[in-house]
């Protein structure tokens, strides 16, 4: 079987290393063995180790599942939150006009 290389920045590597690190601690903090928490994700005990290594290849279901499991989900519900986007939000404030004018008809009133 051939297997697809996930290349990705080395910053992004990095945090999803990080994302699989903290999965992994709070499986070992709740005294899960691994294959409680595949089992628990409905995964194979080989994603769910993927995932703790760090592999980009794995789903963002998985991860939500990993997450919904050890009853974190609300850090995937944090990270999507709009907003929390703050070059998002920087962007919409610089598109602001910077004068806000009254149309004629308003004027008059």
């Not at 070992?28 to 592999?55: H, K, P």
């Not at 974190?72 to 919409?92: H, K, M, Y």
């Not at 806000?100 to 008059?108: A, F, H, I, N």
Request: charged fraction near 30%.
């Amino acid at each position: 079987m051939v297997t697809k290389k996930h290349r990705i920045p080395p910053s992004a590597a990095a945090a999803v290393r990080r994302l699989g690190e903290s999965i992994r601690l709070a499986r070992r903090r709740r005294r899960f063995r691994q294959r409680d928490l595949a089992e628990r994700m409905g995964v194979s005990v080989s994603t769910l180790r993927a995932l703790e290594a760090g592999s980009p290849g794995v789903s963002i279901g998985n991860v939500a599942m990993a997450l919904l499991a050890l009853g974190n989900l609300s850090l995937l519900d944090e990270l999507s939150d709009a907003g929390r986007d703050d070059i998002g939000l920087f962007e919409d404030m610089a598109a602001l006009p910077k004068r806000v004018r009254v149309p004629s008809e308003r004027r008059r009133a």
